[in-house]
């Protein structure tokens, strides 16, 4: 059963990493002064810290499946 | 065996007596070291990834404690020590568990994630046990209306022609 008084368990579980939302894809200026594209944007709402957490987990999930065997 | 005494203990703290230290003299009173999440990711990363943290992990992950209770007394105790604030460390109690999973597959050891609902209850409900015990019954029972086709039609065209009666019915 799990313990209603660890949020861990909840809050591991609420992280769907596989599935990583982008649904604030970033704003693309059009006038003089837009900040030159450069770099290519992912697509990921980057100013959500969850967000940031869950990239961050996906490349230990990708570290985690490969010692595993069961990564793609 | 002190407890199977009768003799008062007087060595307890008082009630209230947590409330008597002077304010913002605890760690967790003062402004957290890390105040946002990407700080707390670089403090957690780092020190996870020390040798000695790395042993002693693994040793309490082969004994048996469930990844999610170890990461929650991680977080809880820097919540303590003033490291990080509370809601900061909600956001990065998946990462912790991420990486002490980590530690266990990379130690290749057996190791529980406390994840898993050990004891589901649905099972055992009365109501769950009389549906099983009764389910060949209900797949096997007639279930369709035994009402004759032409009786029903008939029915229904008597209410249909009903006049209304009521004191607001139209006049012709």
């Not at chain 2, 407890?3 to 304010?23: K, M, V, Y």
């Not at chain 2, 946002?36 to 992950?61: C, G, K, P, T, W």
């Not at chain 2, 912790?96 to 530690?103: D, F, Y």
Request: hydrophobic share 35%; aromatic share 4%.
């Amino acid at each position: 059963m799990l313990n209603k008084s660890n949020p861990a368990a909840a809050a591991y579980l609420r992280m769907d990493i596989e599935n990583l939302s982008d649904d604030k894809p970033e704003k693309k200026g059009t006038g003089l002064l837009r900040k030159p594209s450069s770099v290519k944007s992912s697509g990921l709402d980057l100013s959500n810290p969850a967000v940031r957490v869950g990239k961050q987990m996906q490349v230990i999930r990708n570290y985690r499946n490969k010692i595993n065997g069961t990564s793609d | 065996m002190a407890l199977l005494t009768d003799e008062p203990t007087f060595d307890r703290p008082i009630p209230g007596q947590s409330l008597t230290a002077e304010l913002g003299g605890r760690p967790w009173q003062s402004p957290p070291q890390y105040s946002n999440i990407d700080e707390v990711m670089d403090f957690y990363m780092e020190r996870m990834s020390s040798e000695e943290f790395m042993m002693q992990a693994i040793d309490i992950l082969e004994m048996g404690v469930p990844v999610t209770t170890l990461a929650n007394t991680i977080q809880m105790a820097n919540v303590m020590e003033g490291v990080h604030t509370l809601d900061v460390s909600m956001l990065a109690l998946p990462l912790i568990m991420e990486m002490l999973m980590l530690l266990g597959d990379s130690e290749n050891i057996e190791y529980d994630t406390g994840l898993e609902d050990k004891n589901p209850k649905t099972r055992d409900t009365l109501l769950t046990k009389l549906a099983l015990q009764y389910q060949d019954v209900i797949d096997e029972a007639d279930l369709t209306p035994n009402v004759d086709a032409g009786e029903a039609e008939e029915d229904t065209q008597e209410e249909v022609n009903e006049e209304p009666s009521g004191l607001m019915a139209r006049r012709d």
